[in-house]
């Protein structure tokens, strides 16, 4: 008899390898750390972006509406720089689509919120 492993079908995997079963690590291999930081430039960056989001909503409810969304369409516009210049490899979560369709789509929804701020008119109290 030879030492072959019995036939499988051609679309199931086989249930071991030479080193052990499918999938399993060496148990001698070490365990990666946690890691509590950013891999990437762009997703130290989108974190920012967050934070000041994050502020333009509590400064909206808490305070004048209009300078909050300011804050938010800044937070946005930067969003709409940071993609445009970071490379696809750095952007980390500021990617989502093409370069392109991102730097597009942030710029206008900055540019809206900050021309309705400009033009809704101030309502009595």
Known sequence: M??????????????????????D???????????????TVGGALYLLVMAATAAGIVVVGLGPWRTGVRILAGALLAAAALRFVLPSKDAGMLAVRHRAFDTVLLTVLGGVLVFLTYSIPDQPV
């Open 2 to 23: 030879s030492d072959a492993s019995p036939p499988t079908a051609p679309d199931e995997e086989p249930d071991e390898t030479p080193d052990g079963p499918a999938g």
């Open 25 to 39: 690590a060496p148990e001698d291999a070490p365990e990666e750390p946690a890691r509590f930081y950013p891999s």
